[in-house]
């Protein structure tokens, strides 16, 4: 009973925002993270779990069945869901991959804004803890539970700074890393037909093109990013 007391404490207990100084450098290392390659594709995992499990709860929000997700090493991922192979439930389930980083990262800047840097943290352990029940393949088992150790471990030894700094970068990486992995989405689409991706299978669904889906991405993603910085206090 006294963990969870602390753990609620730790939660609710609001920290003072970042120096600006801070603030700056850490989106400065937020964009060295996504745009440089080697860096990049270890944190595209990260946004490879949100993608999947934004499938995942739209899926079981829509009445569809889960059937479990699997994340690969080269940063891909499968959401296997059961239900009508047509209809709005598989179109708002495709729709949720690749918004859903941004939308997460939106929700964690409002936390950050509210000076719930721990709570933040914990919340991204709550999700992990979910979505850990719904991998089915090794890789992904460890890649879930390594980010959630990482988690937890700066959210419970890590100085009230080192938590604001990382809670921080981790949004920025969400809201950054969501907005290149459209963008690379495209580039792919470009290089050849008949695709897989979310954006081609919706444009089989609803008949319009998937350049449109790959927009309404990026449109999305766009909105969380301004929406952020100004929560932020960096517009």
Do not use: K
């Not at 389930?93 to 950050?112: D, I, Q, R, S, V």
């Amino acid at each position: 009973m006294d963990v969870l007391l602390d753990i609620w404490q730790r939660m609710t207990t609001p920290h003072a925002m970042l120096e600006p100084l801070i603030a700056w450098l850490t989106v400065a290392a937020a964009v060295l993270i996504v745009l440089f390659p080697p860096l990049w594709r270890l944190s595209r995992h990260a946004i490879t779990i949100v993608h999947e499990g934004g499938h995942g709860v739209v899926a079981v929000l829509s009445g569809r069945r889960l059937g479990g997700i699997r994340l690969h090493s080269d940063t891909s991922g499968l959401t296997v869901s059961r239900g009508r192979p047509t209809g709005p439930g598989m179109i708002f389930t495709l729709l949720a991959g690749y918004p859903a980083a941004a939308l997460l990262g939106l929700g964690a800047a409002w936390l950050l804004s509210l000076g719930y840097d721990v709570g933040l943290l914990w919340v991204l352990l709550l999700l992990l803890a979910l979505l850990l029940v719904q991998i089915r393949n090794w890789f992904g088992l460890w890649s879930v539970a390594v980010t959630g150790a990482v988690v937890f471990g700066v959210s419970w030894f890590g100085s009230p700074q080192v938590q604001g700094v990382f809670a921080l970068l981790v949004t920025l990486i969400l809201l950054l890393g969501s907005l290149r992995t459209s963008l690379e989405l495209q580039q792919s689409r470009s290089r050849r037909s008949g695709s897989s991706s979310d954006a081609d299978q919706l444009a089989r669904l609803t008949h319009i093109p998937g350049i449109f889906w790959v927009a309404v991405f990026i449109v999305v993603q766009l909105l969380c990013v301004v929406q952020s910085a100004r929560l932020l206090g960096f517009l």
